[in-house]
């Protein structure tokens, strides 16, 4: 069996903008608003439901619009940076259209939202490090003046804020020498610690402050992390939802929040679990119809409420699957009618496109990896071409869906296999932490066992496998080529740091509160420095035998562009098969579409030649 009555599907369809992205019903339940894009540029455009009336409201020609949501006042704010820098730039606009307003200082540095609340619908709080490019401070904005007043500073070195419905910064996080965190309550004149967590519970997260009431997903005294209610006044915990398997609020971020709360309210109402899938786990009685008529709106899909309006009436639900693009729904909670709104990508779903199988994997020391594996449509998997890809982060996982490299490999004839190797997230805190110091080692030997489970199963060309990723995943590329040059063919690499040294020494300063974390989980560049040289690529580029291919954003704030350039010095002057493309305009991955269709089709004319599958003319 061939590929021959397979369509080969135009790349632009893969990685160009989506028709529609990231729909967002107002407060009022009236508008729509939404990313499409205008003159090849992702913009924001605004519904009318009552009249169905649809216009643009900004005509931005470079980067585009990157993300938005709605004020309770009824504007639009959206963020930007410059050529991927990561220097977020928050702006308001009038859903009307007209000139947008800058919120926050243009150059040099980055904003957060720290929160929105319908009780002060003219006012947001956002972090600025303006002080200290190391340090957010908080600030209140008024929407309508773009006036801004400093209400806190950050002097405990604080990660991420949680604030009250008047807007009071009232909960900060911050990480302690040991690679661990706590949590510190402000009284209004000193911040009192009361709640701490070591290195191995390092992702507790609060989420949501309702009166004395804080809402956290934590796997303090457990293995797996569950969303608790901590009693502010009392210290008491109690445990709302728990799985013994995999870690609660671990949801994809395409579909929504991982945790629903009332829009008024002070009740939590659902919150999600990834298991094979997202699943839901409902909290409220209230919601269960809803979650059970939504399941049945595209079985067999996975779905997310994106967005809702305040009444908690009509809801954006998105669904997901691994055949289709993200299709928008909206949902009225008073009829029960799922009404749907928009496709992402309408013209790659007239495209056979390839199931995405979980599959489990056992690793050579008896840990079991969980992944997905995704087949070239419409032949007996034997003997394929194929390609490991692993995810960036590295903590992080893989999720089920769309997923347009694997879709897009696997449509070119080749077996992708995604495995979330040991230190990614989502499978409880010993998972996590068996990949404490294993870069390039037992975090790496997982990729290369998932590897050879593809030949055993007899899948795989054992002489046809190449490897790809971004970020980690590109670190993985490198070290996959350099410590088991035997096992690959070709490798492509994407801002993957290529010299653990030079990565550390270079993280951008708002990191540098969470240095401890990454010198426990990934080792220290003086106590653990021989380890560090060990499992650099670039210190061993003599091994490395297979062609590269190495893409890099010019402005990458967290890895560098000098990670790929003195792995591509070295490996010219060793004579070695190397391809560089850089990017002036881009940052950690290539957001515009242009760039990315230009490195794609580099990517697939370089697997092509070096593991045979196919090509575009």
């Known amino acids: 069996m061939s590929m021959t009555n397979i369509p080969l599907i135009p790349l632009e369809r893969f990685f160009a903008h989506p028709e529609y992205a990231n729909v967002r019903i107002s407060p009022d339940g009236r508008f729509l608003a939404f990313q499409r894009p205008w003159e090849g540029v992702l913009n924001l455009w605004v519904q009318d439901l009552e009249t169905g009336e649809t216009r643009r409201v900004t005509s931005d020609r470079g980067r585009g619009i990157q993300a938005f949501t709605w004020a309770y006042n009824g504007d639009l704010l959206y963020i930007q940076d410059k050529d991927g820098d990561e220097n977020w730039r928050v702006y308001a606009l009038s859903p009307k259209g007209g000139e947008p307003r800058l919120l926050t200082p243009g150059e040099g540095v980055q904003a957060r939202f720290v929160r929105l609340h319908p009780n002060h619908p003219d006012e947001v709080l956002l972090a600025l490090n303006d002080r200290d490019p190391a340090l957010h401070d908080v600030y ?3 929407l309508p003046t773009g006036q801004r007043e400093r209400v806190l500073q950050n002097d405990i070195g604080a990660i991420h804020f949680v604030a009250d419905e ?5 909960v900060a996080q911050r990480m302690t020498d040991d690679g661990g965190g706590e949590l510190l309550l402000w009284d209004g004149e000193v911040w009192h610690p009361f709640y701490r967590w070591g290195l191995e519970d390092v992702f507790v997260e609060p989420v949501e402050l309702r009166g004395n009431t804080l809402y956290l997903f934590s796997s303090v005294n457990q293995e797996t992390s569950s969303l608790r209610a901590y009693d502010l006044n009392t210290g008491h915990e109690q445990v709302l939802a728990t799985d013994p398997e995999y870690d609660m609020g671990m949801g994809d971020p395409t579909l929504g929040s991982a945790f629903l709360f009332h829009p008024r309210a002070a009740r939590p109402e659902a919150v999600a679990v990834y298991r094979e899938k997202q699943e839901w786990v409902v909290l409220d009685p209230a ?3 809803d979650f059970d008529r939504l399941a049945q709106v595209e079985s067999g899909r996975q779905f997310g409420v994106f967005s ?7 809801w954006i639900v998105v669904y997901d699957g691994d055949r289709q693009s993200l299709h928008y729904y909206l949902y ?6 799922a009404r749907l709104l928009f496709i992402s990508r309408p013209e790659i779903e007239q495209y056979p496109l390839a199931e995405r199988k979980p599959v489990r994997i056992p690793a050579r020391d008896g840990l079991t990896l969980h992944g997905y594996l995704t087949l070239p449509p419409g032949v007996e998997p034997r003997n394929l071409p194929a390609v490991i890809y692993p995810h960036g982060g590295p903590w992080s996982r893989d999720l089920w869906g769309w997923e ?3 879709q897009w490999l696997a449509n070119r004839g080749y077996a992708v296999l995604q495995v979330n190797f040991r230190g990614s997230v989502g499978y409880g805190k010993a998972f996590l932490n068996a990949g404490n110091k294993q870069w390039g080692r037992k975090m790496q030997d997982d990729l290369t066992d998932a590897a050879r489970w593809l030949v055993e199963q007899g899948i795989a060309d054992p002489r046809r496998i190449g490897i790809m990723g971004g970020s980690y995943g590109g670190y993985a590329t490198l070290a996959g080529l350099t410590f088991t040059p035997d096992l690959y063919a070709c490798g492509v690499d994407i801002v993957g740091p290529s010299n653990l040294f030079t990565l550390l020494e270079s993280i951008p300063p708002y990191w ?3 240095v401890a974390i990454f010198h426990n989980r990934m080792g220290h560049p003086e106590k653990d420095a021989d380890l560090l040289r060990a499992v650099s690529p670039l210190f061993h580029v003599e091994n490395i035998r297979a062609p590269l291919l190495i893409g890099q954003g010019a402005n990458d704030p967290r890895v560098k562009r000098q990670e790929s350039l003195q792995i591509v010095e070295a490996l010219r002057k060793a004579g070695k098969e190397v391809e560089y493309v850089e990017y002036p305009d881009e940052g950690h991955g290539f957001f515009k ?3 990315r269709l230009d490195f794609f089709r580099r990517a697939e004319r370089f697997l092509a030649k070096h593991l045979g599958g196919r090509a575009e003319a």
């Open 512 to 514: 540098k509160p969470l």
């Open 166 to 170: 008047a807007l009071r910064v009232r």
């Open 404 to 406: 347009p490299i694997a």
């Open 332 to 337: 009225d909670r008073e009829t029960g009618e």
């Open 308 to 314: 809702r309006d305040l009444a908690n009436r009509r």
């Open 140 to 142: 209140r904005v008024h």
């Open 593 to 595: 579409p242009e760039n």
């Open 287 to 289: 919601l269960e119809a």
